[in-house]
């Protein structure tokens, strides 16, 4: 399938991985598979047939993943990360969710100015 390919290239290469989980990014779909497999490993072309992310993005995704202790990997195997931290970053994106709700979002660049402005 073809795609946009510099919005492609930019998301897959730069730093600006959606640690939010969102429903629907791969993160968030890769999760959500493993988490309902706790105990088993699974190969990125495993992952991939299960979830229909695309094989090259799995890779990627379940590296970042790991970087962040999400997951666990075993040559070949990638498996769910300890339930500990799981819970507790996954705790803290339902808690930020939650004040996004109730506060509405910050405009960070809004308070950039701001502080430009008082110097």
Avoid at 29 to 52: D, N, R, W, Y
Avoid at 56 to 81: C, N
């Amino acid at each position: 399938m073809p795609v946009e390919f510099e919005e492609y290239r930019e998301s897959s290469d730069g730093d600006d991985f959606d640690w939010t989980l969102r429903e629907g990014s791969n993160a968030h779909t890769i999760m959500s598979f493993l988490a309902e497999h706790p105990e088993q490993g699974f190969t990125p072309k495993e992952v991939h047939e299960a979830t229909g992310v695309t094989r090259g993005s799995v890779g990627k995704t379940l590296q970042r993943l790991e970087e962040h202790q999400l997951v666990r990997h075993a040559e070949p195997y990638w498996a769910i990360g300890d339930d500990d931290r799981v819970g507790t970053y996954l705790g803290m994106l339902s808690s930020l969710d939650t004040v996004a709700e109730r506060e509405g979002t910050e405009d960070y660049d809004e308070w950039r100015e701001a502080a430009d402005a008082r110097e």
